[in-house]
Every structure is written in structure tokens, then in C-alpha cells.
């Protein structure tokens, strides 16, 4: 990466930090404002997650009790779930990482997640888009904000079950895939 790269990179993830910080925290629709004490209601801020394409793991802390995020945890985040075709990393949206991770605290579950798609680049999803008819042409995916993904040990009816009581995000469930669908934009599900 050059150093013109490297310096709008921090740029963007400095700028989507502070816009995401407030996005995250009114997930809920109880949270409002980045706030101490309500940044509390949230759980911890660790996944642990895997790379189904690359067996890579990471077990990370990536928003403190305080609900400050980590720059560096979030940079590992998004290395892991970059895009597996092509290998570009994008921002991963921290409001799709609290989803997931609401949604894992709701089963009771604390094991590794396994993800199969979380960022894609714009010539992998116009591949995906040309095999595959479910593969939206503007997918969340592209914008860092959605991410597709699996628990061993919980079945994805039990996955989309929670998720969907939740209220939060689209929720997709692709019965024949085996794994449910997870993004940031308005409550909705298929």
C-alpha cells in the first residue's frame, strides 16, 4: 500500500469510526449517544472469529466497557474479513459487529464464529451476482456493512430465530447455504 494509501485509509477509518460509534451505540434504539453508562448495556465488545476461506482465526476485544473501539482491533477485524477473491480489505461497519454480537449473546453462545462472507470487492460480488440469482447487484457486503456467517454447535434456525427477535438489521437465512445472512441497514428479512 503506498502512503497516499496508507494516509486516506486512516483518514476513512478515523471518519467511519466516529460516524459508526454513534450508529453502534443506537442499536438498540435504547442507546443514543456514546455514553459511558449505556455503552454498558451492550455486551462485552469480543468475537472470535474464522475465516472459513483462509482458517484464520482472531479472538478480539474490539470496543472497551466505555464503548471506545479500538482502531488496531478493528484494523485486524477487517484483514480477517476481507474479501477472499480478491484480497482487498474494506471497513467493516462496527454496527454489523455489535449485531453479531448481540445476536451471539442472546443464544448464550461463546464460541468461535465461523464467517464465509464479510467484506466483498466490487469484481467478487459482480461474479457472485452472475452465478447466483440471491446475490443482490448493490450488496451490503461491498460497503463493509453485512456479513454472512455460521456457529457450530447452534443450528441456523436457532441463529435466524434470535437474530429476527433481536429487531435489528436485515436478517437473511439461506436454508440450502447453511448459514445466515447479518447486515446494518433497516430491520428486515427473508
Not at 466483498?120 to 453485512?146: F, I
Request: glycine content about 8%.
Amino acid at each position: 500500500m503506498s502512503t497516499t494509501d496508507q494516509s486516506k485509509w486512516a483518514w476513512t477509518r478515523r471518519a467511519f469510526c466516529q460516524v459508526s460509534v454513534v450508529g453502534a451505540l443506537s442499536l438498540s434504539g435504547r442507546l443514543v449517544s456514546p455514553q459511558p453508562a449505556q455503552a454498558r448495556e451492550l455486551p462485552e465488545g469480543r468475537l472470535m472469529l474464522v475465516n472459513v476461506w483462509t482458517n484464520e482465526r482472531l479472538d478480539v476485544t474490539y470496543r472497551d466497557e466505555d464503548g471506545n473501539y479500538d482502531l488496531a482491533a478493528l484494523d485486524d477485524v477487517n484483514y480477517l474479513l476481507r474479501c477472499h477473491y480478491t484480497g482487498e480489505v474494506g471497513a467493516i461497519d462496527v454496527r454489523v459487529l455489535e449485531h453479531v454480537n448481540l445476536v451471539q449473546q442472546k443464544l448464550g453462545s461463546q464460541g468461535e464464529i465461523h464467517v464465509i462472507s464479510g467484506f466483498r470487492s466490487p469484481e467478487y460480488n459482480a461474479m457472485l451476482v452472475r452465478t447466483d440469482r440471491r446475490v443482490a447487484r448493490n450488496s451490503l457486503h461491498m460497503q463493509g456493512q453485512a456479513i454472512d456467517l455460521l456457529i457450530p454447535g447452534i443450528p441456523t434456525t436457532k441463529l435466524r430465530q434470535a437474530a429476527l427477535e433481536l429487531g435489528y438489521g436485515g436478517v437473511g437465512f439461506y436454508k440450502r447455504s447453511s448459514y445466515v445472512h447479518l447486515d446494518s441497514g433497516p430491520f428486515r428479512h427473508w
